[in-house]
């Protein structure tokens, strides 16, 4: 059941007022129409912000939050807020990763887009928190009268440094790698299909790195179907139960390598001969690696 995350709402950072309706608006000096922008995205909405003298400021909004307490998964809705004036570029590009504290955690909301010359905007948001995180979901905004414009379905995929062994993908000093993707079956369900991807983690950046199984962090891709992690007992083709992960991260620290983590994934329907892709929603543009087609 989905309920409003007010715990989440911290006066001084987090206190939202959802603008019903956009004002008028005027040129900005890099060719963006300046003033209000309103919009929302598949699991964003609304998301409002002020664009003027090219900067953005004010972006707030509700997300659809996925939570995990104990072994219990929840969806909730989310108010957002940076609160950073984020300085637009010459081509209209702006991005901003707004830190902020929640009890003894912290928090990270990223955000980041283009204006047009026509008054509309598109781009991706995620929050990254304790227990808490959302996927890398698009939105589009106009000011008002402008049409809003398609809202961009999947975050553009990062250039991966090299790395090895293949298939792997490095960005920001971490490298993830695949040792393999097979197919197991659901302890209690025979008949019930699963995937299970075994990979690694190497974390040569300057802090550390964990390795969570929130809800959409980890999702398995077969087209336009995305398959979430699943907490259910699988086992392998010799009878064996696989160590899937479940309600416990991993830390992996400066310098580090964690190898050998399972992650699985239910199938709703037998994607055999279906192409996979892998895909990790650590921090900032996820890790997408392709792992071929599901024998």
């Known amino acids: 059941m989905r309920t409003t995350l007010r715990a989440l709402v ?17 040129s900005s000096s890099d060719g ?6 309103a ?14 003298n090219r900067v953005v400021s004010d972006v707030h909004g509700l997300v659809s939050l996925n939570c995990v307490v104990g072994d219990r998964q929840s969806t909730q809705d989310s108010e957002f807020h940076d609160a950073d004036n984020i300085r637009v570029d010459s081509s209209g590009v702006f ?38 995180s959302t996927s890398t979901n698009g939105w589009a905004a106009a000011v008002n009268g402008a049409t809003l414009p398609a809202i961009p379905s999947q975050p553009p995929t ?12 490095s960005k920001d000093d971490v490298t993830l790698s695949v ?44 087209g336009n179907d995305v398959v979430d992690h699943s907490w259910a007992h699988f086992t392998d083709s010799s009878g064996q139960e696989v160590p899937c992960m479940r309600s ?41 690696i392709p792992l071929g087609a599901l024998k």
């Open 158 to 169: 990062p250039s991966a440094a090299a790395c090895s062994p293949q298939p792997c993908q």
């Open 248 to 288: 416990d991260g991993v830390q992996v620290l400066p310098g580090q390598q964690v190898q050998n983590q399972h992650i699985c994934f239910l199938l709703p329907h037998d994607e055999t001969g279906q192409q996979m892709t892998f895909v990790w929603e650590y921090a900032g543009p996820p890790f997408v």
């Open 32 to 37: 963006a129409p300046s003033g209000s922008y």
């Open 95 to 132: 991005s901003d990763d707004y830190h902020y504290a929640i009890g003894n955690g912290t928090w990270v909301l990223h955000v980041n887009g283009v204006v047009a010359g026509n008054g509309t905007a598109t781009g991706y948001l995620y929050v990254h928190g304790v227990g808490c």
């Open 39 to 52: 919009g929302h995205g598949a699991y964003i909405n609304p998301i409002d912000f002020t664009l003027a």
């Open 179 to 222: 040792q393999g993707a097979t197919t197991v079956t659901k302890s209690d369900d025979p008949g019930a299909k699963g995937v299970d991807v075994t990979f690694s983690v190497a974390n040569n950046s300057s802090g550390g790195v964990e390795i969570s199984n929130t809800f959409q962090n980890f999702t398995l891709r077969f």
């Open 10 to 26: 911290v006066s001084s950072v987090l206190a939202v007022t959802v603008s019903g309706c956009n004002g008028g608006s005027s």
